[in-house]
């Protein structure tokens, strides 16, 4: 399947909504963020209106659940967006239902779209806007900062191996699918991991590519190293067709996996004798990885973002105090099935 039948494929049902008017003379308040259900949002940051969408499950507001709730962000891939990655392709809205974790779904900017990924160590605009993204949440929500997880499919998958290289302490583990590491700098703290590439991908080639990022196996190698991760035994799963290699540091906990898909293409895993189901292997991957409370605080550096390898040559800037300038400014019930 090509990538562009693969979008009209994806194609979501969703009524579109329309921004009420704001006084700018007032904070805007958002309604009850405990509401089960599907919310479209926009927040501004560093001048930059943001959209995206948030799902909270019923299990949210029940009495029966036991301390703060973990946060997904799930990023989608390049002309594609948040509505999209709610999608039942992807299953991350049916599964939040079921397991009770909260799920946020983003929108790159650009004309295709596209998340913009670090090549040198520095925070891009994409990855404050994340970083800010995951901060409201966690101040608005009960939101557990030691379960917060991020994944992605192509563009997205590059993003979050590139947003734990600039923003470590955000993330206890990412979920990168058919995405790469571009970025060669370690994580301010140790970050799990869970990659699927599959092996006959031509969008973003297993091995070598023209961007001159890392193969899918030295992505893995990368952060199995920045982590202090030693190699296991490799596990052949579905009658050798698929190939997991391991690397465990036994002593934080930290794990680096990755699941090498024989003919496997540029879509996302969704099992099969010849697959595995991507999305179910991650919920679980996280489950068993939250990040141990730190001693100290951490903080992350906010550099101009650098120029893009193959660009116009000019830099995306930002505010030098990046910040809210409003935060939520705009949340809308989004009604419909999300399909």
């Given at each position: ?9 994806l ?13 700018p ?8 963020t405990?509401?089960?259900g ?18 909270i499950?019923d ?48 929108t790159a900017?650009?004309k ?21 993204l ?74 070598k ?18 982590s ?5 035994d490799?596990?052949?799963l ?16 930290t794990?680096?996996s990755l699941y ?51 660009g ?22 989004v ?5």
């Amino acid at each position: 399947m090509t990538p562009s039948h693969l979008l009209l494929a994806l194609a979501p049902l969703f009524p579109a909504t329309t921004p009420g008017p704001q006084d700018p003379g007032r904070e805007h308040e958002a309604p009850s963020t405990s509401a089960a259900g599907t919310q479209s949002r926009t927040m501004e940051v560093g001048g930059a209106e943001r959209r995206y969408l948030l799902h909270i499950p019923d299990a949210y507001d029940s009495p029966d659940r036991k301390g703060p709730a973990p946060l997904v962000v799930m990023l989608h891939g390049r002309t594609s967006n948040g509505k999209q990655a709610a999608s039942a392709y992807y299953g991350w809205t049916k599964l939040s239902n079921q397991e009770g974790f909260v799920v946020a779904f983003p929108t790159a900017l650009g004309k295709p779209t596209s998340w913009k990924a670090s090549w040198a160590g520095k925070p891009t605009d994409d990855s404050l806007f994340l970083a800010d993204l995951i901060d409201e949440l966690v101040d608005e929500l009960e939101v557990d900062p030691h379960r917060v997880y991020m994944t992605g499919h192509s563009s997205g998958g590059f993003m979050s191996y590139s947003f734990a290289a600039t923003h470590g302490d955000k993330v206890a583990a990412i979920a990168p699918v058919a995405g790469l590491s571009v970025d060669p700098e370690r994580p301010s703290a140790p970050v799990s991991v869970i990659s699927f590439h599959g092996m006959s991908d031509r969008v973003v080639p297993y091995a070598k590519n023209k961007w001159r990022a890392a193969t899918a196996v030295e992505s893995a190698e990368r952060f199995a190293k920045h982590s202090g991760c030693k190699a296991v035994d490799r596990e052949e799963l579905q009658s050798g067709r698929v190939h997991l290699d391991r690397w465990i540091n036994a002593k934080t906990g930290t794990e680096v996996s990755l699941y090498s898909i024989e003919g496997g293409d540029h879509g996302w895993p969704r099992g099969g004798r010849r697959s595995v189901e991507a999305t179910t292997l991650i919920w679980e991957f996280f489950k068993e990885h939250p990040r141990k409370p730190k001693r100290g605080p951490a903080t992350s550096t906010v550099p101009e973002p650098p120029k893009e390898p193959g660009g116009s040559g000019k830099t995306r800037g930002h505010p030098k105090e990046h910040a809210l300038v409003s935060r939520t400014t705009n949340i809308e019930q989004v009604t419909g099935p999300i399909r």
